[in-house]
């Protein structure tokens, strides 16, 4: 038997199963797919797919469905992945171009993800340790408070309001914050967080002594906010999606909704998925591979985005059962995840 006929069989029982949800013959894949040989040779070729561990038998008399190794197989494969129309994609850019923040485009991005592939969305946040520093702008704001804002390269905004207790005067407030925010950008625009935050040490004590105490009160503030977004945070949708699934799921639904709920194993899940990608590309773990409790009977189909090819903040994709249909999801995952960069990246 050929690899290719092998392949071209094992595809066509995979795209039969997902669109069916029933085992799959031999009988059927003749009448539905050219493949150009007589139903014997179908046979044995199934034969020889169950020996080799890519296809199984639910039952007696039943046809044949993929195992996780024949999905594998399956999307290594596959010749491309299948484009999205025109009306799809434009229909993704207005849904996420209305974003007005990042909070804003992580709970569009969550949504849009589950209504188009019918699974379950998992958006990781841009993590503020892999941001840099944009701008911070220091404005008074009436008495002896003022108003501390934190941009980053992600567009994550963090703001505080501070009683600033040592200034003398809310002029003297003023003309002490035009100071710092000049002083502050200069040393931090540009900086990963976690390096900017070891320069407020030193921008303090190089603060003049009639500003020392606001520029302290400013220091803490903004450590604050850079480290306020240190902690990794991802939403999740459509988990609902999940029990429409019906038979797929049906003796591991419970054990997948509760790994959903423990936010700790899917930010586990999302770093080594970015470990397993090169430079936050397409990532698909199928079945067994899922190595965390509860989830060994899924596939997770993920995607990096960022501000650019080199600058991956954060990953999203989709969980579902492993009866799922890659093309189409890979697919929406990638344009997705192009989408939301080029949004970061204006």
Do not use: W
């Given at each position: ?129 892999r941001a840099a520093v944009r701008h911070v702008e220091l404005v008074p704001v009436g008495g002896r408070s ?61 603060t003049p002594p009639g500003d020392l105490a606001v520029a302290a ?130």
């Amino acid at each position: 038997m050929s690899d290719d006929r092998r392949l071209a069989v094992l595809r066509a029982i995979v795209e039969d199963y997902v669109s069916s949800h029933e085992p799959v013959g031999s009988k059927a894949l003749v009448e539905r797919h050219q493949l150009g040989v007589s139903p014997a040779t179908i046979r044995n070729d199934m034969a020889v797919l169950e020996e080799e561990g890519y296809i199984t038998q639910p039952h007696t008399s039943a046809g044949r469905i993929p195992t996780d190794k024949g999905y594998r197989l399956f999307v290594d494969r596959l010749a491309n992945v299948k484009p999205m129309s025109p009306a799809e994609k434009r229909a993704i850019q207005t849904f996420l171009e209305g974003a007005d923040d990042v909070d804003d485009i992580v709970d569009r991005t969550v949504r849009l993800l589950a209504q188009i592939t019918r699974q379950a969305a998992v958006v990781q946040y841009p993590s503020l340790s892999r941001a840099a520093v944009r701008h911070v702008e220091l404005v008074p704001v009436g008495g002896r408070s003022a108003l501390l804002v934190l941009i980053t390269d992600s567009g994550r905004v963090e703001q505080r309001v501070l009683d600033v207790r040592s200034a003398a005067d809310p002029e003297s407030l003023a003309t002490a914050l035009a100071a710092l925010r000049t002083r502050v950008n200069a040393r931090v625009v540009g900086k990963r967080l976690r390096d900017a935050r070891e320069d407020l040490t030193d921008l303090v004590q190089q603060t003049p002594p009639g500003d020392l105490a606001v520029a302290a009160e400013v220091a803490v503030a903004l450590g604050d906010c850079l480290t306020a977004g240190l902690e990794e945070r991802v939403v999740i949708a459509g988990t609902a999606n999940l029990v429409k699934s019906g038979a797929d799921l049906s003796t591991s639904l419970g054990s997948v909704l509760e790994a959903l709920e423990e936010h700790v194993v899917l930010l586990r899940l999302v770093q080594e998925l970015t470990e397993d990608s090169d430079r936050g590309g397409l990532t698909v773990r199928i079945g067994a591979e899922n190595l965390h409790l509860g989830l060994d009977g899924t596939s997770v189909v993920t995607s990096g985005y960022g501000t650019g090819p080199d600058t991956v903040l954060a990953r999203l994709g989709v969980l579902g059962p492993t009866r799922m249909d890659y093309p189409t999801t890979m697919a929406a995952v990638r344009a997705v995840s192009r989408y939301v960069s080029r949004i970061l990246a204006q």
